[in-house]
């Protein structure tokens, strides 16, 4: 297959993938993979889709590192890929981990910051009988992450001997 009628195949599963038609995206992506494609992008959402649609299946996680580990400091959507593969599997801190070494290497990325604060677990209100948007609870987080940031930048760097 040439490359012209595999960035067509890619693109069209894109397309698919973006409209919520995974089955059709998952059979695109699999047919460039299988016919010999070996660019890291179409491995890397080859084993997106494929942790969507068969759930909990290793090969989806393997090939997405294996899309990382070629081409990982040019393309954070790779590590953004890995991410979503390992939460749609249940391995949160995983997924949490993999977004972070993104962040490391693209650190300007917005979309691998976004998918890191959505995946990130969120502290307790202060009031819980309050909930989480009454004014008051917010207020005390506002303070609370203030005043933790305030405290880092306030207290003083200890000199090593």
Known sequence: MDTEKRERIFEQALRNYRDGRLATATQLMGRLVQEGSRDPSHISYYGLLLAFTHGRNEQSIVLCEEAVEKDGRRSSVLYLNLARALAAQGKRREAIAALERGVLIHQTDRLLRRELQHLVPR???????????????????????????????????RRRA
């Open 123 to 157: 502290r307790n209100p202060l009031i819980p009988s309050l909930g989480r948007r009454h004014p008051v609870n917010k207020c005390y987080g506002f303070a609370r992450t203030l005043g933790g940031r305030m405290l880092l930048v306030l207290t003083p760097r």
